[in-house]
């Protein structure tokens, strides 16, 4: 059993809305809980708890209920690199200021 921990309060607020934005896209596409809990392969309880943005769900059941709605695409651009301008730039900091050929003088190229 995981051990159990309290989601920092940004993320359960992301989750909140997450929840939300699932609920609403359900209901705009006019589609019962049961249908969308069937075709996750969940229950409608798990379904209610995910559209409540509860933490303890897994991340699984989430891809499934977006996969459901025909939303999963944006979960796999989340964290995509290119979206990552934090990373891009701690990533250009750490490139050498110079580089040096090896002892010798003889290059690769």
């Known amino acids: 059993m995981p051990t159990p921990h309290a989601a920092p309060a940004a993320a359960r607020r992301a989750l909140r809305k997450l929840g939300a934005d699932i609920h609403d896209a359900r209901r705009r596409r006019q589609l019962t809980m049961a249908v969308v809990a069937d075709r996750a392969?969940?229950?409608?309880?798990?379904?209610?708890?995910v559209e409540d943005g509860d933490p303890s769900v897994g991340m699984g059941i989430y891809a499934a209920v977006l996969h459901a709605l025909g939303l999963l695409d944006g979960l796999a651009a989340l964290a995509d690199v290119s979206a990552d301008t934090q990373g891009q730039i701690l990533g250009a900091a750490q490139l050498p200021k110079r580089v040096r050929l090896p002892r010798g003088g003889k290059s690769d190229v």
Not at 41 to 49: D, E, G, H, N, P
């Open 41 to 49: 392969f969940t229950s409608r309880a798990t379904l209610q708890r």
